[in-house]
């Protein structure tokens, strides 16, 4: 008998020294108690929205809204029948287009958000230097005009390849596509031009897709494709704590595996790295439908953080659309630099910053977004000052379901974010 108490003390302590920290995790009834709190306080807020209107910044910043097919079809119409004026008057053919520049973009804290300002450049048919993307402006809208009439979807890459030689490479077309949205004051997802299925969700989420009741705990390790048009989702239902939004697709993986979701009822979600249009526009819709707070797994790197500032306060390319693709009020709850060491991450699983990577990390600390956020400075500061990365695959030197067992239950516990 007291060999067997040995015995399991020995066990004990070897599960200690390897998976560090797992004693001081609280039972899941208690930890599940305090994020019921968190949750509570989240979706019990009730303010509207601020709007550039509410800031008087309509006059000064542009921003798109999503129209109807028959509206978008009427806007290019009455766009060509101004441009065939402009001919018929002598005045020559361009097109007036909002400038997507950095120059043209801005910061607004009160909507903690990247906005787009209402400079605009013309593109003239006549110009050597503009004849050619002109020409594919005029075919792009041709192409959604066309769409329309149809009531149809094409994906990004269907567009290109209807003109290839014209287009010559997919990312002249997506660009110009970004510009046609801007001339005609819509959202992307309104000119039913789509990119391929990228994101996918999985955990305590059911929702319509064109009519068909999905749910995300019957749908596998792979979990569910997040639909590319997003008009086509409704009816959501949950019973989640809160939105676990996931950098990385082994990460997903790991958590999805382990239905990490049943042990914390969460929604997992993942755009598999870059955040894609589609991934964007259902945690938008998650977040404000189903009022549950969002909380962020990314890689300890400045592209981790870039990534999620993308969720939260938008990408400058897409600046013009950011009232619909940006997700408020999300909180970074790891890998943070400052985790490597809290939680003895070996130093063979840390990685050495580039020069490129420091850069990177040093422009971060002069946006105005993450000047916003003293956690986020000391986060970065720290990042750039040790010059160490690691990826959330570094937790698996303690084991391949730390992630799962230790780390990410011991946050919520501690209600360590940022």
């Known amino acids: 008998m007291a060999d067997k108490k040995k015995r399991r003390r020995a066990d004990s302590d070897s599960d200690s020294a390897s998976q560090p920290f797992k004693n001081l995790l609280k039972s899941d009834a208690q930890i599940l108690q305090i994020l019921k709190s968190v949750t509570s306080s989240s979706s019990s ?3 509207k929205p601020l709007t550039l209107a509410d800031l008087a910044l309509s006059s000064t910043c542009r921003e798109v809204s999503d129209l109807s097919l028959s509206s978008v079809q009427s806007t290019i119409e009455s766009l060509v029948f101004q441009l065939t004026h402009q001919i018929l008057s002598g005045q020559g053919f361009s097109f007036t287009v909002p400038s997507r520049s950095s120059s043209n973009q801005l910061y607004v804290p009160e909507l903690d958000r990247i906005v787009l300002k209402d400079k605009s450049t013309v593109r003239p048919f006549s110009h050597i230097s503009s004849v050619r993307k002109t020409t594919i402006t005029a075919k792009i809208l041709s192409l959604v005009h066309q769409l329309c009439l149809k009531n ?117 979600v993942t755009a598999k790295g870059q955040p894609d249009v589609a ?122 379901q730390y992630l799962s067992e230790v780390y990410l239950p011991l946050k919520l516990q501690q209600q360590d974010w940022l």
């Not at 697709?249 to 958590?255: E, H, S, T, V």
């Not at 953080?305 to 013009?320: A, Q, R």
């Not at 002069?366 to 750039?384: S, T």
Request: hydrophobic residues 40%; proline residues 4%.
């Open 279 to 400: 991934t964007r526009l259902f945690l938008k819709k998650m977040k404000m439908e189903l009022k549950l707070p969002v909380l962020a797994l990314v890689d300890s790197d400045p592209y981790g953080l870039k990534i999620l500032s993308v969720y939260g306060c938008g990408s400058k390319n897409m600046s013009y659309d950011s009232a619909n693709l940006t997700t408020p009020d999300i909180k970074w709850l790891g890998i943070r630099p400052s985790d490597l060491d809290k939680y003895k991450i070996p130093e063979q699983c840390r990685l050495p910053m580039t020069e490129q990577d420091i850069k990177t990390g040093k422009d971060l600390l002069e946006e105005d977004f993450v000047k916003k956020n003293p956690g986020w400075v000391e986060e970065l500061n720290l990042m750039v000052k040790t010059k160490q990365k690691a990826e959330i695959q570094a937790l698996s030197s303690f084991g391949f």
């Open 152 to 268: 149809i979807h094409v994906t990004k890459r269907d567009l290109f390849y209807t003109d290839v030689k014209l287009f010559q490479d997919q990312v002249q077309s997506d660009a110009v596509l970004d510009d046609v949205s801007c001339i005609l004051g819509c959202t992307r997802s309104s000119l039913n031009v789509i990119a391929a299925e990228k994101g996918v969700v999985v955990g305590r989420l059911i929702f319509s897709d064109n009519g068909d009741m999905i749910d995300c705990t019957k749908m596998g390790m792979g979990g569910k494709a997040i639909p590319p048009n997003i008009d086509r989702v409704g009816d959501m239902q949950s019973d989640a704590l809160f939105i676990l939004l996931v950098e990385k697709d082994a990460a997903y993986i790991r958590l999805a595996e382990d239905r990490f979701y049943n042990r914390f009822p969460c929604i997992i």
């Open 45 to 47: 807020s009730t303010s």
